[in-house]
């Protein structure tokens, strides 16, 4: 076999497809890295978990605590990359009133949740009850991973100690970013891979080919099937139904099958249908044909006055591509255009022909080739 190794480049093309996306509410944190929206925090009080900056409710006893050891975080995951194209931050009240309020913090993205990058910067926010900072963002880069980075809070920068940020709720702004991979063409393309393959080349293959013989049996024979015009619907004795029946009325007449296979053959029979006064049984000749000149194989005996009878002969092994069938004369005289003789269906017993392919040192017969494409790895 051939082939011919060749190295093929593949070009890809990245794109991404936006659909926007809803803010589930929360009633537990959940698991940051899981399949579903959650939460977690630096810090987490018993009575002001993580959670309850997401769930919907700005009530004076809903908030997220994070405790007053800077600095504090608040992180939000989503399993489908999100851009974040806005974010109402609103504050909590705690026992001191409004000082919880945010002061210096970060919104921050990553991709992993391990390294961040700064994607927002607040600066030294003022007092205010339930103040909301409403940050709009506009970003080229989605996470999954994003989370709220305080250094300190409003108290902090009043006052020598701090009371730590309290979060009422996040509302978050965002579109879901699905990555799609597909090809692109040597001059729009984002990245590409190289393969090695083995390109086959044409090449010719022959086949030897040998005529042999099946085993014996007895078979309809198969072929052009022709008669001369004194009978009448003769592919009925070919076609395998004891219902039906060819006929004819003289004995000159006769059936030509020219057969799509050669055969050596050893016996035939002919069934036939005798009705008082409307039939007569008569028996069947049958003959080899070569280059238009016929040869009489064998007269078939048999033929009797009963509803239905059979007509044949057993002979030597003649091959034949061409037969010739005749009625003769039978028990109760020949055949007139009033009383025909029916013939229901006529059968041979012997060998057909049939190719095998042989290998080039068996004897063959003839050979064939063929155009192929012919490939190897290696």
């Given at each position: 076999?051939?082939?011919?190794?060749?190295?093929?480049?593949?070009?890809?093309?990245?794109?991404?497809?936006?659909?926007?996306?809803?803010?589930?509410?929360?009633?537990?944190?959940?698991?940051?890295?899981?399949?579903?929206?959650?939460?977690?925090?630096?810090?987490?009080?018993?009575?002001?978990?993580?959670?309850?900056?997401?769930?919907?409710?700005?009530?004076?006893?809903?908030?997220?605590?994070?405790?007053?050891?800077?600095?504090?975080?608040?992180?939000?995951?989503?399993?489908?990359?999100?851009?974040?194209?806005?974010?109402?931050?609103?504050?909590?009240?705690?026992?001191?009133?409004?000082?919880?309020?945010?002061?210096?913090?970060?919104?921050?993205?990553?991709?992993?949740?391990?390294?961040?990058?700064?994607?927002?910067?607040?600066?030294?926010?003022?007092?205010?009850?339930?103040?909301?900072?409403?940050?709009?963002?506009?970003?080229?880069?989605?996470?999954?991973?994003?989370?709220?980075?305080?250094?300190?809070?409003?108290?902090?920068?009043?006052?020598?100690?701090?009371?730590?940020?309290?979060?009422?709720?996040?509302?978050?702004?965002?579109?879901?970013?699905?990555?799609?991979?597909?090809?692109?063409?040597?001059?729009?393309y984002d990245f590409y891979t190289t393969e090695e393959v083995y390109k086959a080349v044409q090449d010719a293959v022959t086949h030897y080919w040998q005529y042999t013989w099946g085993e014996s049996s007895t078979f309809t024979p198969e072929g052009e099937i022709t008669?001369?015009?004194?009978?009448?619907?003769?592919?009925?004795?070919?076609?395998?139904?004891?219902?039906?029946?060819?006929?004819?009325?003289?004995?000159?007449?006769?059936?030509?099958?020219?057969?799509?296979?050669?055969?050596?053959?050893?016996?035939?029979?002919?069934?036939?249908?005798?009705?008082?006064?409307?039939?007569?049984?008569?028996?069947?000749?049958?003959?080899?044909?070569?280059?238009?000149?016929?040869?009489?194989?064998?007269?078939?005996?048999?033929?009797?006055?009963?509803?239905?009878?059979?007509?044949?002969?057993?002979?030597?092994?003649?091959?034949?591509?061409?037969?010739?069938?005749?009625?003769?004369?039978?028990?109760?005289?020949?055949?007139?255009?009033?009383?025909?003789?029916?013939?229901?269906?006529?059968?041979?017993?012997?060998?057909?022909?049939?190719?095998?392919?042989?290998?080039?040192?068996?004897?063959?017969?003839?050979?064939?080739?063929?155009?192929?494409?012919?490939?190897?790895?290696?």
């Open positions: 076999m051939r082939a011919v190794k060749d190295t093929i480049t593949h070009y890809w093309k990245r794109e991404e497809t936006e659909t926007p996306w809803t803010q589930p509410v929360l009633s537990a944190n959940g698991t940051i890295g899981g399949d579903s929206f959650a939460c977690a925090a630096s810090f987490e009080g018993s009575a002001y978990p993580a959670w309850k900056a997401f769930d919907n409710n700005t009530g004076d006893n809903s908030f997220w605590g994070s405790g007053n050891s800077y600095p504090v975080w608040l992180e939000w995951y989503n399993p489908n990359s999100i851009k974040i194209s806005n974010i109402k931050i609103t504050n909590g009240i705690d026992i001191y009133g409004d000082v919880g309020n945010l002061c210096d913090f970060y919104i921050q993205g990553s991709d992993d949740g391990n390294v961040w990058e700064n994607v927002y910067t607040g600066v030294n926010r003022t007092s205010g009850v339930k103040l909301v900072t409403n940050i709009d963002l506009s970003l080229s880069k989605s996470y999954k991973f994003w989370r709220l980075y305080c250094l300190n809070d409003y108290s902090y920068q009043q006052v020598t100690t701090s009371n730590g940020v309290d979060i009422s709720e996040i509302k978050i702004t965002a579109t879901t970013v699905e990555e799609t991979i597909t090809p692109g063409t040597a001059q729009d008669a001369t015009s004194g009978w009448s619907n003769v592919t009925n004795a070919f076609d395998g139904a004891s219902s039906t029946y060819a006929s004819c009325g003289t004995l000159t007449d006769y059936i030509d099958v020219v057969l799509n296979t050669p055969v050596k053959i050893t016996s035939f029979n002919a069934s036939g249908i005798y009705a008082a006064g409307a039939a007569r049984a008569c028996n069947v000749a049958i003959y080899n044909v070569v280059d238009g000149v016929e040869t009489l194989i064998a007269n078939g005996t048999g033929a009797s006055q009963r509803s239905t009878y059979n007509t044949g002969a057993t002979f030597s092994e003649v091959e034949a591509s061409h037969l010739r069938f005749y009625l003769i004369s039978g028990p109760n005289g020949n055949p007139t255009t009033s009383y025909k003789t029916r013939i229901i269906e006529i059968t041979l017993t012997g060998k057909k022909q049939k190719i095998v392919e042989v290998t080039s040192s068996d004897p063959y017969d003839y050979t064939t080739t063929e155009n192929i494409y012919k490939g190897v790895n290696q």
